[in-house]
């Protein structure tokens, strides 16, 4: 990384719980490809003045985790069809005080639902109903998914979620099975949740693919037992390295080759 100078520019991350994966993403390939940018997380203490600083300072680019994804909204100028469609930001762009949000988490599922070859023809079971849950849906219809239900013990937001897209809905996975296994849910996730599995094994063995978005670890109890039953999976960790090179692309104008991706991916993990 350059020597901080004057020149530099800036790109930052808002989360309530910052973590170092999308800063040594980011900082590894501004290094690799020799770029004036340094990348920085932030916990903001008070949301709206944190995207008045993005503005006015300026920063070029901002990150947006949860839980602010859709409470950023109101405080940007524009909205790009891959935030619009879903009403949820995870990418804010600065072009001289103008803030355009975006959501790579939507344009890295679409991706990675072609790069796997999964047929839109599979039918799906999606767990969860929240801000990733609405990227995900609005990925799957955009890719020609229709068979798919949402599980939800919230059936307000399930219900919601499924309606918005003309999808089912189901408070539980209980007994339920499908060709595509989603977990957008933090069960699996390091914490308080990580031994528990999404979906049951009859599930995982009835399904084709699995999917789980969680990213730390990316091998979930889910992702281990498809593993196990010899079943074709889609990490976490591909979602955030997919998602982390589309906010770069639009950072700096530059794309990385795959090989670079890959290699920041596993550094930011190391």
């Not at 501004?30 to 770029?35: G, I, Q, S, T, V």
């Not at 524009?78 to 804010?92: C, E, F, G, K, P």
Request: with cysteine.
């Amino acid at each position: 990384m350059p020597i901080l100078n004057k020149d530099m520019t800036l790109c930052i991350s808002l989360a309530a719980r910052p973590s170092n994966i999308g800063t040594r993403f980011h900082n590894y390939l501004y290094d690799l490809l020799e770029l004036n940018y340094v990348y920085k997380a932030f916990a903001p203490a008070d949301l709206a003045q944190a995207i008045a600083g993005v503005r006015g300072l300026p920063i070029r680019g901002c990150a947006v985790s949860m839980p602010y994804k859709e409470d950023v909204i109101a405080l940007v100028d524009r909205m790009d069809a891959s935030a619009l469609a879903i009403a949820s930001v995870n990418t804010i762009v600065n072009d001289d005080g103008v803030l355009t949000a975006y959501n790579t988490d939507y344009l890295a599922i679409v991706r990675l639902l072609a790069d796997h070859h999964v047929p839109a023809s599979y039918s799906v079971l999606l767990r969860g109903s929240g801000g990733m849950a609405k990227a995900v849906a609005a990925a799957l219809r955009d890719s020609g998914f229709s068979d798919v239900t949402v599980v939800a013990r919230n059936e307000a937001t399930g219900r919601l979620l499924a309606d918005a897209y003309d999808f089912n809905w189901r408070p539980d996975a209980a007994g339920a099975t499908a060709d595509l296994l989603i977990n957008v849910t933090p069960l699996g996730m390091a914490g308080e949740d990580e031994d528990i599995q999404a979906f049951d094994d009859a599930a995982v063995a009835a399904a084709h693919t699995v999917f789980d978005v969680v990213a730390l670890p990316s091998e979930t109890p889910l992702i281990k037992a498809a593993r196990t039953a010899g079943k074709p999976v889609i990490t976490g960790a591909e979602v955030i390295a997919v998602q982390a090179e589309e906010q770069f692309v639009l950072y700096t104008g530059v794309r990385p080759t795959p090989e670079q991706v890959k290699a920041a991916s596993e550094f930011s993990r190391a």
